[in-house]
């Protein structure tokens, strides 16, 4: 017997014909495409209403959904790990599903060891809590630090939700946009601090990794950020839950690991991105501030899923082989990339990111004035992607392409985006 994969990617103990078990170089599977018809996929089902507005112009598609390839919103066309998928069908044994809270020490002793582990850093209990996401901690992050006339800073371009939840919490969004060098973006510190230094600004959301760019911030550039938000009675809300998705040779350090000793940085990690469990609506909340900690327990919902309690309970305990084959998959699907955008689209840019499997494409050489890059790639090629204009200003040109799929989907999109790009070139 041989180690085999069943039809949803998993480990098994198979009979492997000889002839191909050489094909086999990674204990998972990540070139089984698997439908997700019927299964309420945001990515599949969703799309129109989250990327068109109310009233916009309606979509002209040539080809039916089932011809549409989703290449957008940041989950993944994998199946999640065996280790979580276990830890749910051994939780649902137990028939009984009531209320459920983080009341014991499981959840914490397998995520702090994680973190302990590959990033050298740790943190108290009683620092913990436990948020239905990183999106519903946001929106109520901000309530509890900002009053109605204060203001956020994040950097641009930046994660969508920044600015939502921002403004629909009524307060103000400010950027302090990225200079891009070469493809790459640095910090100008002398705009972030100009920003940072108004007193209306009271907290500053990092990205880190950043999203949609891929960049993992220097232990000097956090430093810098930091201080100067330290110095101007700024707190910080560090989203870090790309870390885990780097490419070989990086290092991901937590922002806290940094500033062990102040209460102004709150952590936010989560198995969704890592494990593909954006679904089970869990999330890991570090809040070092004893008071802030206080309201968020006196105003925020306590209670979670049992079924996602256990996936991430399991994830974080057993998953780490399979987040290895991951990384390597996903850093040959960057390859991929880079070698089609040299040979097929040469005056595109793209720059590898250091993490997330998120490729943010330059393709502003194909497309004179603006244009909803969105839309013309669903239109015209049957492709959802994410264009610049989706993500809170600096990102005109630009588009941003999630790779975490089957290598044969991603040959497949690249080829209908090229020739999309080539038809609109022989249109001008």
């Known amino acids: 017997m041989q180690l085999g994969f069943d039809a949803f990617g998993h480990n098994r103990q198979v009979q492997i014909p000889h002839h191909i078990r050489g094909l086999i170089l990674m204990r998972h599977n990540f070139d089984i495409l698997l439908p997700r018809d019927g299964t309420n996929a945001l990515a599949v089902d969703g799309y129109g209403k989250y990327l068109f507005s109310p009233g916009s112009e309606p979509l002209t598609l040539d080809r039916p959904p089932e011809d549409i390839i989703q290449m957008w919103v940041a989950d993944m066309q994998f199946a999640a790990p065996q280790a979580a998928l276990d830890a749910m069908a051994d939780r649902l044994r137990h028939p009984i599903f009531g209320y459920t809270m983080n009341l014991d020490d499981q959840l914490y002793d397998a995520f702090c060891d994680w973190c302990e582990r590959r990033y050298g850093w740790s943190f108290p209990r009683e620092q913990m809590v436990v948020s239905l996401g990183v999106i519903p901690a946001l929106f109520a992050l901000v309530h509890y630090l900002c009053g109605p006339d204060d203001k956020v800073l994040t950097l641009s371009p930046s994660y969508g939700y920044f600015k939502h939840a921002t403004v629909k919490s009524g307060r103000t969004i400010v950027t302090s946009p990225l200079v891009e060098q070469n493809g790459r973006y640095e910090l100008d510190f002398v705009d972030f601090e100009k920003k940072a230094s108004d007193p209306a600004v009271k907290v500053f959301f990092l990205c880190h990794p950043h999203n949609p760019t891929g960049r993992l911030w220097t232990d000097a550039e956090l430093v810098r950020m930091t201080e100067i938000c330290l110095a101007n009675d700024v707190k910080i809300i560090s989203d870090e839950i790309h870390c885990d998705l780097l490419r070989q040779g990086c290092k991901h350090t937590p922002l806290a690991k940094l500033f062990p000793e102040s209460r102004d940085i709150i952590t936010c990690m989560a198995v969704s991105k890592t494990f593909n469990l954006a679904g089970m609506m869990i999330a890991s909340i570090i809040i070092?501030?004893?008071?802030?900690?206080?309201?968020?327990?006196?105003?925020?919902?306590?209670f979670i899923n049992p079924i996602s309690l256990a996936a991430a309970i399991g994830a974080y305990r057993d998953g780490e082989a399979w987040l290895e084959d991951l990384c390597t998959y996903l850093d040959g699907n960057f390859v991929l990339l880079a070698d089609y955008i040299r040979e097929h689209l040469p005056e595109a840019r793209l720059v590898v990111p250091e993490a997330t499997y998120l490729a943010w494409l330059d393709v502003r050489a194909y497309f004179p004035g603006s244009v909803n890059l969105t839309r013309f790639f669903?239109?015209?090629?049957?492709?959802?992607?994410?264009?610049?204009?989706?993500f809170v200003d600096n990102g005109e040109g630009y588009v941003r392409l999630n790779l975490a799929c089957p290598r044969p989907v991603l040959q497949d999109a690249l080829d209908r985006m090229r020739t999309a790009i080539q038809g609109i070139q022989r249109d001008i």
């Open 288 to 302: 070092p501030d004893p008071a802030l900690r206080a309201l968020w327990n006196d105003l925020h919902y306590p």
């Open 378 to 390: 669903l239109e015209r090629s049957g492709v959802i992607v994410e264009g610049g204009e989706m």
